[in-house]
């Protein structure tokens, strides 16, 4: 469970990763594929819009984190479609550390360990949401 200073940091922390979402967007598959070459062609649409929406999506939860319960549907559509681009659970340890680094560069001094614990909290609330869903659907 997230705390509301947890939500708070998250929030914050997310406001000054906006302006540079698609920096952001670019360091996080550069760094992704560097981990995990293998996952490269899973991605076959244009990446700068595949960026686009995974940002939409960590910004739609970051939106909905004092009341989850209202995308947990469509979080579970989402790990059901994830089976269909050939996305298994271990994959979501690369992507989470990925994501994390990427929070990690775009944030410098602000990305504090508590924002860090935050925000583990986040993606794990949402990888084992898709996660499940997949698993049920499999
Ligand atoms: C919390 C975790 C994740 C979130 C929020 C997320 C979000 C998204 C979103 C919003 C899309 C676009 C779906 C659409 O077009 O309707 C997508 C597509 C995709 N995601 Fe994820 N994803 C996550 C985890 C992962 C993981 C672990 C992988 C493994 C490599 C992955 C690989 C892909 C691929 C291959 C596509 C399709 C790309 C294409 O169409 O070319 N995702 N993801």
Redesign the pocket.
Known sequence: MLTSEQITLVKDSWGKVVPIAGTAAGLFYGK?FEM?PA?RP????DMTV?GE??M???GI?VDHLDKLDEIVPA?QE?GV??LD???RNS??D???TALLWTLEQGLGEAFTPDVRKAWTEV?TL??ST?KAAATAAA
């Open positions: 992704l995990d996952l899973m991605f076959t649409s595949q929406k995974l939409r999506m960590i939860a979080v989402l479609k994830h681009y050939g996305v994959h979501y690369t992507v989470g993606y949402l990888a898709m």
